[in-house]
């Protein structure tokens, strides 16, 4: 089992930076992937990002790339999400995700633990 809580969410103006965090609790986080989802209102969960469990591989949406960066510390429990250049269209709420199979949290299917979620409110 592993439990996941995101951290580092706010209110934040157009072009700021802020870095979210996923601690886990559990002793598997570190064989699992990770991602980062997120949900606009009235608007269906995307994904974000995703991270494999050793750290050297990664995948991002195209609205972030170049913008947001996903990197993990096993020693710690702890994912992250690097989050630069931020627009109003990134206004969300942000969550975690872990799995063991990399592909379940790509595609955001079959994903085994979720975080409870983090605003991100980013204005104009």
């Known amino acids: 089992q592993v439990q996941l809580v995101e951290s580092g969410g706010g209110l934040v103006q157009a072009g700021a930076s802020l870095r979210l965090s996923c601690a886990a609790a559990g002793r598997t986080f570190s064989t699992c992937a990770m991602g980062w989802f997120r949900q606009a209102p009235g608007k269906v969960r995307e994904f974000v990002a995703v991270?494999?469990?050793?750290?050297?591989?990664?995948s991002y949406a195209d609205s972030v790339k170049g913008r947001f960066s996903i990197s993990r510390d096993n020693a710690k429990n702890t994912g992250y999400l690097q989050m630069n250049s931020l627009k109003p269209e990134d206004t969300a709420v942000y969550y975690c995700?872990?799995?063991?199979?990399?592909?379940?949290?790509?595609?955001?299917?079959?994903?085994?633990?979720w975080g409870q979620g983090t605003q991100v409110t980013v204005s104009s």
């Open positions: 995700a872990a799995d063991v199979n990399y592909w379940h949290v790509t595609a955001g299917n079959k994903v085994d633990y």
């Open positions: 991270i494999n469990w050793a750290g050297d591989t990664t």
